[in-house]
T-cell receptor, first 112, second 113 residues
Framework: DAKTTQPNSMESNEEEPVHLPCNHS???????IHWYRQLPSQGPEYVIH???SNVNNRMASLAIAEDRKSSTLILHRATLRDAAVYYC?????????????FGTGTRLKVLA | DGGITQSPKYLFRKEGQNVTLSCEQN?????MYWYRQDPGQGLRLIYY???????QKGDIAEGYSVSREKKESFPLTVTSAQKNPTAFYLC????????????FGPGTRLTVT
């Protein structure tokens, strides 16, 4: 199964952009790239996902490298509520359903 | 309200006892998943199910069992064979389809002493 590699932690100042990197050099052609975030003692929350093209939604943007071996989650203006652990995940189809492989995540600290 | 219910939020058991964690959903999602999370770690897949009466082992299925008798319910039993059962357990659901996201429940924190 493909794996993802993320920095353990990052810091950002409030209202500044944040770029969270993820390496997935063993990604297969049909694997999707997902990002979730998790607050303490809560279930993860979906942020964004993509396959090949860059994606934007109300929460964030996802920039995917041309060779798909890395991606970057972009929070355009970090707020204190964005402080969480961010997981970069690959999903792939197996036995008729999608399986998700979680990495260890990046803990984002937002400074006021 | 649509959503995923996991109960209870906190569960305490003595070593050697089996315990069943509940996961119920009213999102009409086909696929359901169970994950385990240890402190400071990512999520690891225990079992997943695409349809009723069918489920597959994930990466760490040993010591766990599941059933899927109804679309809405996917209970997880932590058996006495699980050597380190204390953890945070998360249930998730998903539409069948190309790339829909998973929805997670609030989790159950199990402590076995």
């Amino acid at each position: 199964d493909a794996k993802t590699t993320q920095p353990n932690s990052m810091e950002s100042n409030e209202e500044e952009p944040v770029h969270l990197p993820c390496n997935h050099s063993t990604i297969s052609g049909t694997d999707y790239i997902h990002w979730y975030r998790q607050l303490p003692s809560q279930g993860p929350e979906y942020v964004i996902h993509g396959l090949t093209s860059n994606v934007n939604n109300r929460m964030a943007s996802l920039a995917i490298a041309e060779d798909r071996k890395s991606s970057t989650l972009i929070l355009h203006r970090a707020t204190l509520r964005d402080a969480a652990v961010y997981y970069c995940i690959l999903s792939f189809l197996t036995s008729g359903t999608y399986k998700y492989i979680f990495g260890t995540g990046t803990r984002l600290k937002v400074l006021a | 309200d649509g959503g995923i219910t996991q109960s209870p939020k906190y569960l305490f058991r003595k070593e050697g006892q089996n315990v069943t964690l509940s996961c119920e959903q009213n999102l009409n999602h086909d696929a359901m998943y169970w994950y385990r999370q240890d402190p400071g770690q990512g999520l690891r897949l225990i079992y997943y199910s695409q349809i009723v009466n069918d489920f597959q082992k994930g990466d760490i299925a040993e010591g766990y069992s599941v059933s899927r008798e109804k679309k809405e319910s996917f209970p997880l039993t932590v058996t006495s064979a699980q050597k380190n059962p204390t953890a945070f357990y998360l249930c998730a659901t998903k539409w069948t389809g190309i790339s829909y996201e998973q929805y997670f429940g609030p989790g159950t924190r199990l402590t076995v002493t």
